[in-house]
């Protein structure tokens, strides 16, 4: 058996793409949350377009003097590639915008079912755009969990929106930057860089207004948006890039836990029998998953061997 530090380098990506991906969804669990909850005060448009001039300005200056400026260019390339970049833009803006919105809200616990909806709507995507398979023990466990989370839809007796576009937005999101093979800082800026004439336009328009320079708590939170939004996003990117979709999927449920937990422990949302019987499907479809993965994983590594 070869010792760890002779490890192949494909394996060695691999494992540092899955914590890349793993710290990204605690961040956006546990932390961002907590986070947006200390500006519940400010408006959701604001506090994006604050995140896209603050990501601009942090991540700018690393690009510009870590690659140079020609890095930007090459990272476009072409018209049909910045065509693809202003998808993703309006892709993320929604997620942002929308994920504030349920935080300043109360709406913790719908906003981490949309997240445990994303996994299966990434699934899907992987199975028809990726051409991904799934055996058996993987198609047990997508359909136990697109119950639980048909109980908890039903439950709430009207469509919940909250959940759905957060679904949807971040599923499309990262299929498109996944098939693109977009280098994930280098599509931060520029996704931030094209929203940056209207953020900075918004910001302006609403001068004395604004929640900016009145007092040193709350503007140093506005500045803390750079650093919360670049860093999970490129820890997630660099995961996305190398691990498959499905098990992207599999690690997002890290990130609704979190949420939940927060939701009901510390912020006291309702959670009801319903959410219980749902979470409770989830949970038993994320252990299936988990463990048809370290099957197969192990009989890789003994064949391997």
Request: aromatic share 10%.
């Amino acid at each position: 058996m070869a010792h760890p530090s002779s490890a192949p380098a494909g394996e060695t990506s691999t494992a540092t793409a899955f914590a890349a991906a793993l710290g990204s969804f605690l961040i956006w669990g546990l932390v961002n949350p907590v986070y947006f909850k200390l500006l519940g005060g400010i408006g959701p448009v604001e506090i994006v377009a604050h995140r896209v001039v603050w990501t601009v300005a942090l991540v700018g200056v690393f690009v510009l003097a870590i690659r140079g400026p020609m890095a930007v260019v090459r990272g476009v390339g072409s018209w049909r590639r910045l065509g693809i970049f202003v998808v993703t833009t309006l892709l993320v803006t929604v997620n942002w915008t929308v994920f504030i919105w349920a935080i300043g809200h109360n709406q913790l616990v719908q906003s981490s079912l949309g997240y445990y909806i994303n996994p299966l709507i990434n699934v899907l995507l992987g199975v028809l755009f990726l051409g991904e398979r799934l055996n058996r023990n993987q198609l047990v466990a997508v359909a136990i969990a697109t119950l639980g989370v048909g109980v908890l839809v039903l439950s709430y007796g009207v469509v919940p929106w909250v959940a759905l576009s957060l679904a949807i937005s971040f599923g499309f999101y990262a299929l498109i930057r996944k098939k693109a093979a977009i280098d994930p800082v280098i599509g931060l800026l520029v996704e931030t860089l094209l929203l940056a004439p209207v953020a900075l336009v918004y910001l302006l328009w609403m001068g004395g207004s604004g929640s900016f320079g009145h007092e040193v708590g709350t503007s140093l939170l506005l500045l803390m948006a750079g650093p919360m939004t670049a860093v999970p996003l490129v820890l997630f990117m660099i995961g996305a890039a190398r691990l498959k979709l499905s098990t992207v999927g599999l690690l997002q449920y890290v990130g609704p836990t979190g949420q939940l937990l927060l939701g009901v422990l510390v912020y006291g949302e309702d959670f009801t029998s319903a959410h219980a019987i749902a979470f409770a499907c989830i949970w038993v479809a994320l252990m299936v998953f988990s463990a048809d993965a370290f099957t197969t994983h192990r009989a890789a590594r003994a064949a391997a061997e």
